[in-house]
C-alpha cells in the first residue's frame, strides 16, 4: 500500500497493487478506481489512468471507477422502488441522474477489507437516502489475478430495505498504448441494443444491431468514420452465469476478452478525443422505469453479485 494522494477535502488516498501471472494491477481507494493495469513486458497501461489525484476529481472522475450505486443514466432522476417514488441527484444536464450522482460509489473513499499479492477487496457503506437512494448498503468490491492471465472483479451490494443496484467498473481502454483508437478491431456478441434519445436516455426500445453501424457481431475496425457509441448492448434478458461477450483487438497483438454475468454492456468511444473506449458491464440503463428491462431491484433477501473478468492474450 502507497499513498497516492489527498482529496481537495482533506481525505488521504492509496494505492493497492495486485500482480500475478504476468498482470499487475493497481487499484485506489477513491472510488475503487483502477488506475493503471499492466502485462509483463509492456512499457504502457492498458486502461488510461493519471498519476494526479485531482484529475481524478475533474474531467477524469468516472474514468477507471467503479460508478452507482446505479450506473448510466435515470430518467428524470426518479424511479418508483417497492411502491414508493425516490428523488435522486440530476447531475446529468439538470435532469437526469448519471452514475448514481455527483457523490456516487466513484466519488468515496472505500475501505480496505483484504489485500494480498494476488488480491484485493474493498468495502464501502451507503447510508439509507444517500444520493436518494433506500436501504443501508454494503458494497463489497474483491479484485483478483488468476491465470490466464485473467482480472477479475465481484461486486456485491447487500440492503437491509428494498434498494437498487446497478454498479460497474468505468474504466477507458487502449490496448496499443497510442492515442487513438482506430487500429483496435471490436466484437460483441449482442443481437440487440438500446437506442436512446436526445438526452442520451434509453428510449425503452430493443433493436436488431443487423444492418446497423451499431452491428459488432463480427470483428470490426473502430475508425473514426463510425456513428458515435454510446449505447448498451444488450446481452441477455437477466443475470447469467458468466459468459464471454466481447473482445478487443489491438494492432500491439494484444487481445482482450471480456466476460460477465450482467445482461448488457455500454460501450462509449470517449469523442470527441478518441483516444480510448469505455466498456461497462451492467444491467441494462434506466431499468426501474422501462417495462420489460431487466430488474435491478436488491432486497434483504436477495442481495446482488455482479461479476466481470478481463482476459488477456498476445
Known sequence: MTPFGTTSNGRGVDALTLSAHGLTATVLTLGAILQDLRLDGIPYSLTVGSNHLSVYEG???????????????????TATIDQTTHHFDANFIG????????????????????????????????????????????????????????????????????????????????????????????????ATYLPTDHDSVATGVIAPVLKTPHDFTAQTSLTLGLTP??????????????????????????????ATTEAGIHIFDNRPT???????????????NKRGFPSIAITPDAPTTQITQWRFSR
Open 59 to 77: 474531467a477524469m472522475k468516472y474514468c477507471g471507477s467503479i460508478v452507482g450505486p446505479v450506473a448510466n443514466r435515470i430518467s428524470n432522476a
Open 95 to 190: 435532469k437526469h441522474t448519471l452514475h448514481g450522482g455527483t457523490n456516487g460509489t466513484q466519488a468515496r473513499i472505500w475501505q480496505i477489507a483484504h489485500h494480498e499479492p494476488d488480491r484485493l477487496d474493498l468495502t464501502l457503506d451507503l447510508a439509507h437516502g444517500d444520493g436518494g437512494f433506500p436501504g443501508n448498503r454494503c458494497v463489497t468490491a474483491q479484485f483478483d489475478i488468476t491465470a490466464g492471465p485473467i482480472l477479475r472483479l465481484s461486486i456485491t451490494t447487500k440492503t437491509d430495505a428494498p434498494s437498487i443496484a446497478n454498479l460497474t467498473n468505468h474504466s477507458y481502454w487502449n490496448l496499443d498504448g497510442t492515442d487513438h483508437m482506430r487500429d483496435h478491431c471490436l466484437q460483441i456478441n449482442a
Open 229 to 258: 457509441l454510446d449505447h448498451t448492448f444488450c446481452l441477455s434478458d437477466q443475470r447469467r452465469a458468466l459468459t464471454d461477450v466481447l473482445q478487443l483487438k489491438g494492432a500491439s497483438g494484444i487481445t482482450m476478452s471480456v
Open 274 to 288: 478518441y483516444a480510448s473506449i469505455a466498456i461497462e458491464a451492467q444491467g441494462w440503463p434506466d431499468a426501474p
